[in-house]
């Protein structure tokens, strides 16, 4: 194998079959130096061409908040849209997420659209009731930017910050 590195943000280096053989986490770049091709992962396989920019958005107040969500312990598949907030070429979603309930082990959680995988999975788990717990990830988001959600019955708060987004520029 030649060489691949990790760094922060993750960019790896190496030939096309050896990236091909990575499974990346959202934002992630990579260069083949066997083809000269960029990559970029958008939550599911290796991309071609393009690379990122994490563009941060004024916050100050929830984008979603309780009375917003369905609030009955089963999964929305495409429930929250953030189309109108994010823009065309978005591939991860930076999100905070401020959560209470009345029972210990209720879940809160978003996640990129029908995936079951837990690094695009953001998800707030309550030990005690009545204390809050915040959360925050980057998770990926798909081209028609919705996200799924899931919230125990018995929140009294679910507010959903969206503090901003990467987004892919072409070469």
Known sequence: MSHIISLLPRHFIGTAAEIAGITGVCGDTAYSSDTDVYYHWNGL???V???SFYEPLDCAAPYKSLGDFTVDAAWHVDGLDLSGLLPVG???VNLRFLYCSGAAGNIGRFRQNATTN????????????????EK??????????LLDYFINVGATTASLFVLGYVIRRCL
């Open 45 to 47: 396989t290796w991309g």
């Open 118 to 133: 837990v690094e695009s999975m953001l998800q707030a788990y309550l030990q005690a009731a009545n204390k809050h717990v």
């Open 90 to 92: 978005t591939i991860a």
């Open 136 to 145: 925050g990830r980057l998770i990926g988001i798909d081209s028609d930017r």
């Open 49 to 51: 061409g393009g690379i």
